[in-house]
């Protein structure tokens, strides 16, 4: 399947039919919720992505809630005792996966209260977020780096692949050792075979996209 090329906003545009066709199939079939996860670094634009798709959605009557990983790390302590710069710890060793579980996925689709953050990535500090709530089988849009090595229970996914020379580009100083991380996950995880949709996302301002089906046409 070949990447076509698409204008930012018309991928914007693509993503959001395609979610909401897909919340819609799992509704028809009494499937409660859809969560779908915006595989990326920020850096390279993946937050962002992620923000406007989940706008687009609200501004079409779609109840969609946002979260993003870096939000649902593991306490430094826990996730840095092998090491500030461990790779495997980094893969499958940062997200709390079982928090993201009981706080996040199992409240939204049963309608219950639901927190969006559970500790803050600068201060390692819990955070103090008043719980919402939102209809019962929501939509939840989560983004963050390396998410099909972690065991969360994504109903589809999109990946967006950057080569290692944007990566380098994108990544501060401190997270440089992160390219070896994108390798390891990109050879032992295939991501790019794996997502049901796959960016060509070197460039965010000229993306292109495999896997939006029919609906996804030239710009």
Not at 6 to 19: N, Q, Y
Not at 75 to 97: C, F, K, N, Q, S
Request: proline share 7%; net charge negative.
């Amino acid at each position: 399947m070949r990447f076509i090329p698409l204008t930012p906003a018309r991928l914007v545009d693509e993503l959001a039919d395609w979610i909401g066709e897909l919340h819609g199939r799992r509704i028809v079939t009494a499937t409660a919720g859809t969560v779908v996860g915006f595989d990326g670094s920020a850096e390279v634009g993946t937050t962002e992505l992620a923000d406007r798709v989940a706008e687009r959605m609200r501004g079409r009557g779609a109840v969609v809630v946002r979260a993003t990983t870096n939000w649902w790390w593991r306490p430094a302590a826990l996730r840095l005792e092998l090491g500030r710069e461990d790779v495997d710890m980094l893969l499958t060793g940062w997200v709390d996966d079982e928090a993201l579980r009981r706080e996040l996925f199992e409240p939204v689709a049963g309608g219950r209260p639901h927190i969006t953050r559970l500790r803050d990535p600068g201060t390692d500090r819990s955070v103090r977020q008043t719980p919402a709530r939102v209809p019962a089988g929501s939509v939840v849009i989560l983004d963050g780096p390396f998410l099909l090595a972690a065991d969360l229970p994504l109903d589809a996914s999109v990946f967006a692949q950057v080569g290692p020379g944007a990566l380098r580009r994108s990544l501060p100083d401190d997270r440089q050792w992160w390219l070896e991380a994108d390798a390891r996950y990109g050879a032992e995880y295939h991501p790019a075979d794996r997502a049901d949709v796959v960016l060509s996302y070197d460039h965010p301002s000229a993306p292109a996209a495999r896997g939006l089906g029919q609906s996804a046409r030239p710009a």
